[in-house]
């Protein structure tokens, strides 16, 4: 699954109930006959936690008010594009949110459910080798044209071919697609035991095959396209500000999937190149909410007059999401970075309780983990079911994740970061590294240990400055290259950097977007998310076994082996992480009374009348 979040991205039952999604009375298996029941919704393991004809989620006022303007900011290097499935291009902030339903929803208080939007209904069977969507006679696009299984197909075929990269990844087990009727698509899959594929696939954007037939899929440009969501394009001015008007008569409204949500008539983002000036803008009123990824600004910048007469609110809320892992993240694909016993070296050189401490204000957490603030992440020493699924690939892991618990390196304040350097050194000298006039230089090749830091936030200078510093004590040579978001984006996609600082985000239900991630398939992949350019056969086994994981107690499992393997792998330097939402926003907003596990969601908010 992947996850809803960027800042931040997508199952414990025992084997012997692997398919008891299939057999609640709401939610009936296959009958004698073979033949197998339509559900409103559908869990990744167990059953859904609500069930047939429920009204609404939890989570949000089914009461709450339409009407008024969201205003909110996007600091970034403006957009090209409104089409945000393709690699090409800057895609405008909300455009897939808004404009394009998919055939079923999830839920932000379970690990992984859906329910039903475009579709009606699901049919799959207890293997989960096929999938039937069955779709709403009303369901319909903005032009008034029905939403059709045809759509469904041609959207398919569309993004796995001309679309993201991810995709292709994504829906790899799909083996074949029948149009049953103008309303019925059927999914067969390969001899795969993907349990997630039927829910993953409901998460698919519909778009509009009579509209795409007219128009290029990757060359739209600033043309608004044709959808069928809660809102449509509105007024936009080219990579300064885009507006979304929320559709009247939106056929989807009093779902329960949709009620209580996307309440504002009009939401709008202005572009800003400086989170500075963002900030005082937000502060003037210039827009209405603000997530603070700053500590410094958590810290020193939310206060005054507005604050203490309630005009407007600063908020931490909690949260139960996987933070995922932010990290200096490694690109292996170059040479400096290609042997583990460097990159482990360089993790030394970042002291995070200084930062914690000086830059921070104690407000974080360090991360040792991919899967951190889960139960997905691993602790400790392997054992039990994860000491069985990693002791098959002993021969192919380093020694170290049988024997050693990860942690990042650590300083204890007292001496500061000199010791860490120290163990730096030695196993830079294991690589065939030394220092000679105060330059470190592989005694082979006679090349300078140096490498470059790709960043597009100026705020991260002053984390990674003093990075750069304490690596310079030991005669390596970092440059730090700050580029505009536009360029930062084209450089990532095509892997064309030394380091760069990337939030790598988790679901609750890790599963077929970690071929993205990991699999050695997308190391050349341009636009893949696979970063680190990860190409080891035991990780790619490792991915196959956490797509097929029979249910939520052997996911878990495996993808705490996962967690071990590319942790040992040292392939980022670990940052940190906070379980809450910071949140500041202007009182005229109002937010619902039960915000759900996954989070603050702004989408269920409403203007006060």
């Known amino acids: 699954m992947t996850s809803k979040r960027t800042a931040s991205y997508l199952t414990s039952l025992l084997s012997s109930f692997a398919f008891m999604a299939f057999t609640a009375p709401a939610l009936a298996a296959a009958d004698n006959t073979g033949s197998v029941e339509a559900r409103h919704g559908i869990a990744m393991h167990g059953t859904p936690k609500y069930p047939q004809g429920f009204a609404h989620f939890d989570y949000v006022n089914p009461e709450a008010p339409k009407g008024g303007t969201l205003k909110m900011a ?85 993004l796995t071919t001309e679309g993201h990269p991810f995709f292709r990844n994504y829906y790899a087990d799909v083996a074949k697609i029948t149009v049953e009727n103008p309303k019925r698509i059927r999914f067969d899959f390969k001899a795969t035991t993907n349990r997630e594929l039927p829910l993953i696939l409901g998460q698919m954007p519909i778009l509009p095959a009579h509209y795409w037939a007219e128009h290029e899929f990757g060359d739209n440009g600033l043309t608004p396209p044709l959808g069928s969501g809660p809102y449509r394009v509105g007024k936009f001015e080219a990579g300064r500000s885009i507006a979304y008007e929320r559709v009247k008569d939106y056929w989807a409204e009093d779902l329960p999937v949709r009620r209580g949500r996307f309440n504002f008539d009009r939401i709008r983002y202005d572009y800003y190149t400086d989170d500075t000036v963002a900030l005082e803008a937000f502060k003037a009123g210039s827009f209405d909410f603000r997530v603070e990824t700053s500590a410094k600004n958590w810290a020193t910048a939310y206060s005054g007059d507005k604050f203490e007469n309630g005009k407007i609110i600063a908020e931490a809320v909690d949260h139960q999401r996987p933070t995922g892992m932010q990290g200096f993240v490694f690109n292996t694909r170059r040479e400096v970075f290609s042997d583990p016993r460097v990159r482990e070296a360089l993790a030394y050189g970042f002291d995070f309780e200084w930062a ?54 650590a300083t204890n304040g007292q001496k500061g970061v ?33 490498f470059e830091i790709l960043l597009f936030q100026k705020s991260f200078e002053r984390v990674v400055l003093p990075f750069k510093n304490n690596l310079a004590k030991l005669g390596i040579e970092v440059t730090v290259r700050l580029v505009d978001s536009n360029q930062y984006v084209q450089r990532v996609r095509e892997f064309d950097f030394d380091m760069i600082t990337q939030v790598l985000p988790q679901s609750d239900s890790p599963g077929n977007e970690q071929r993205e991630y990991w699999h050695s398939d997308n190391v050349e992949a341009i636009g ?12 790619d086994q490792l991915v196959s076994q956490v797509i097929q994981a029979p249910d939520r107690n052997e996911l878990v499992h495996r993808t705490r082996a996962l967690d ?32 759900p596990k996954n989070g603050v969601d702004l989408d269920n908010w409403w203007v006060k009348p």
């Open 74 to 158: 996007v600091v970034a290097n403006g957009f090209d594009s409104f089409n945000p499935f393709d690699i090409r291009g800057v895609a405008a902030a909300g455009i897939s949110t808004y404009l394009y339903d998919t055939l079923m929803v999830s839920s932000d208080d379970e690990p992984f459910s859906a329910y039903g939007l475009i579709a009606k209904s699901i049919e799959t069977p207890e293997d989960r080798s096929y999938v039937v969507f069955n779709l709403r006679e009303q369901a319909r696009f903005h032009d008034g044209e029905p939403i059709t299984a045809e759509d469904v197909k041609f959207s398919f075929q569309i």
């Open 356 to 409: 914690n401490k000086n830059l921070f204000y104690g407000q974080y957490t360090r991360t040792d983990s991919y899967f951190e603030n889960s139960e997905l992440a691993s602790s400790g020493l392997p054992q039990g079911r994860e000491l069985e699924l990693l002791e098959l690939f002993r021969d192919e892991l380093p020694t170290d994740v049988f024997s050693e618990v990860y942690q990042p390196p």
């Open 418 to 450: 000199r010791a860490n350097l120290r163990a730096a050194l030695e196993l830079l000298r294991d690589a065939g590294y030394d220092i000679e006039d105060g330059t470190l230089v592989h005694q082979e090749t006679g090349e300078p240990l140096a």
């Open 528 to 539: 893949s998310r696979n970063y680190m350019g990860v190409g080891h056969p035991v990780i």
């Open 564 to 595: 071990r393997v590319l942790l040992h792998g040292h392939y980022v330097i670990p940052h940190w992480h906070l379980a809450k939402d910071r949140v500041a926003y202007w009182s005229h907003l109002q937010r619902p009374a039960e915000t």
